[in-house]
């Protein structure tokens, strides 16, 4: 079972990932991103799925014409671990 993070880590995460709101319950990372079109918002789409799968990590998300909303938790803690902060920080890499 992988160890949820601690307040302070959540806390440091917050200020380090500055595109992503950290959920009212701390149990998750959020960002929204908007593209030009659904081709471009459906590429990145096809290029996180990817790092997901690499990384064995998930995202829940949703995708409406051009906007993606992307939400990072960890299943196995029921909230935050360094899985998602790898995983947020590999998107912001290609967004
Ligand atoms: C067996 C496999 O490693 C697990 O089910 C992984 C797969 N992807 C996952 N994704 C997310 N977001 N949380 C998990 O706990 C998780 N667990």
Known sequence: MIA???DSEI??????LGHWQVSADRT???????FRNFSEA????SRVALLAEAQDHHPEWSNV??????RLTTHDCRGLS???LRLARDIDAIA
């Open 4 to 6: 949820r993070l601690t």
């Open 11 to 16: 806390a440091a995460a917050a200020q380090e």
């Open 28 to 34: 998750a990372l959020q960002r929204d991103f908007r």
């Open 42 to 45: 459906w590429a990145f789409m």
């Open 65 to 70: 014409y051009n906007r993606v909303s992307i």
């Open 82 to 84: 360094a899985r998602d």
